[in-house]
């Protein structure tokens, strides 16, 4: 069982930077494809960057191209998304998830494990 815990949200204004963290416990994290999504409210959740187990393998929305990075560090089970030229249209709930099925991908029901996410508001 994983288990996902994200961190470094916050109240930022635009064009600021946040970088967000996300520590794994569990099986073997090293092997699975990680994902950032977000939902603002009202919204449905959307994928914003999934990063392969190797970190070989990289997906961004056409929202966030550009401006988000997302990395991955096996040894210390991290991923994180380095979030750059906030906008207001960012602000959203974070969430990180993990596809222990091996079904990988960028929508949410690829997704089988989530934390509990970590709000991020982007005054303009």
């Known amino acids: 069982q994983v288990q996902l815990v994200e961190s470094g949200g916050g109240l930022v204004q635009a064009g600021d930077s946040l970088r967000l963290s996300c520590a794994a416990s569990?099986?073997?994290?090293?092997?699975?494809?990680m994902a950032w999504f977000r939902q603002a409210p009202g919204k449905e959740r959307e994928s914003v960057a999934v990063?392969?187990?190797?970190?070989?393998?990289?997906y961004y929305s056409d929202a966030v191209k550009g401006r988000f990075t997302i990395s991955r560090d096996n040894a210390k089970n991290t991923v994180a998304l380095q979030m750059n030229s906030l906008k207001p249209e960012d602000t959203a709930v974070y969430y990180c998830?993990?596809?222990?099925?091996?079904?990988?991908?960028?929508?949410?029901?690829?997704?089988?494990?989530w934390g509990q996410g970590t709000q991020v508001t982007v005054s303009s």
């Open positions: 998830a993990a596809d222990t099925r091996g079904r990988a991908g960028y929508y949410p029901s690829s997704y089988d494990t």
């Open positions: 569990g099986r073997a994290f090293s092997r699975l494809t």
């Open positions: 990063i392969s187990w190797l970190g070989s393998s990289l």
